[in-house]
T-cell receptor, first 111, second 116 residues
Framework: DAKTTQPTSMDCAEGRAANLPCNHS???????VYWYRQIHSQGPQYIIH???NNETNEMASLIITEDRKSSTLILPHATLRDTAVYYC????????????FGEGTQLTVNP | NAGVMQNPRHLVRRRGQEARLRCSPM?????VYWYRQLPEEGLKFMVY????????ESGMPKERFSAEFPKEGPSILRIQQVVRGDSAAYFC??????????????FGPGTRLTVL
């Protein structure tokens, strides 16, 4: 699975959009981009995933660049409860199911 | 539909004792994964099991650790002769039967093991 690079930490004001970047310059054609988050002391939570088209669900939007070397997770209206570590994971859809977590980005939403 | 359940939520053991961590997957899920999170570190994959089979144990320490997922009952992660370095949060995840693609993994709340 391709390696990802994320900023260590980010801050966001409550009610504003949080844009979390992820670089995955070595991604291959059959690898997907997944996002999970881990709120302090809880189990990770799936957010969204995509291959090359932008994706949106009730939690977030995922924007993947045309060359697929980077992506951005967007939380449109961040709340205090969105404070968490966000993990960007790149993997093949059928690569044995394990998730390889990196360091992630600590997002702090401030009132 | 109840989520992934893990028990106990907190477990304290003395060095040399055994620790048994249990995981009940979501209803209808036949795939279980165990991950470990050491203090101030990221989550690391340990083992992937289906009913009665270990599919991938490449993340398991070579000694003292074992896992099972019997036909009936929860998945068990067993740590024999615990040492202080085993103190960590252990997370279990489950996913439904895969049909040629990946399915979202649903995580439990974790078991926090403290070794005195």
């Amino acid at each position: 699975d391709a390696k990802t690079t994320q900023p260590t930490s980010m801050d966001c004001a409550e009610g504003r959009a949080a844009n979390l970047p992820c670089n995955h310059s070595t991604i291959s054609g059959n690898e997907y981009v997944y996002w999970y988050r881990q709120i302090h002391s809880q189990g990770p939570q799936y957010i969204i995933h995509g291959l090359k088209n932008n994706e949106t669900n009730e939690m977030a939007s995922l924007i993947i660049t045309e060359d697929r070397k980077s992506s951005t997770l967007i939380l449109p209206h961040a709340t205090l409860r969105d404070t968490a570590v966000y993990y960007c994971i790149v993997r093949k859809e059928t690569s044995g199911s394990r998730l390889t977590f990196g360091e992630g980005t600590q997002l702090t939403v401030n009132p | 539909n109840a989520g992934v359940m893990q028990n106990p939520r907190h477990l304290v053991r003395r060095r040399g004792q055994e620790a048994r961590l249990r995981c009940s997957p979501m209803k209808g899920h036949s795939h279980v994964y165990w991950y470990r999170q050491l203090p101030e570190e990221g989550l690391k994959f340990m083992v992937y099991l289906q009913k009665e089979n270990i599919i991938d144990e490449s993340g398991m320490p070579k000694e003292r650790f074992s896992a099972e997922f019997p036909k009936e009952g929860p998945s068990i992660l067993r740590i024999q002769q615990v040492v202080r370095g085993d103190s960590a949060a252990y997370f279990c995840a489950s996913s439904p039967t895969q049909r040629g693609g990946w399915n979202e993994q649903f995580f439990g709340p974790g078991t926090r093991l403290t070794v005195l």
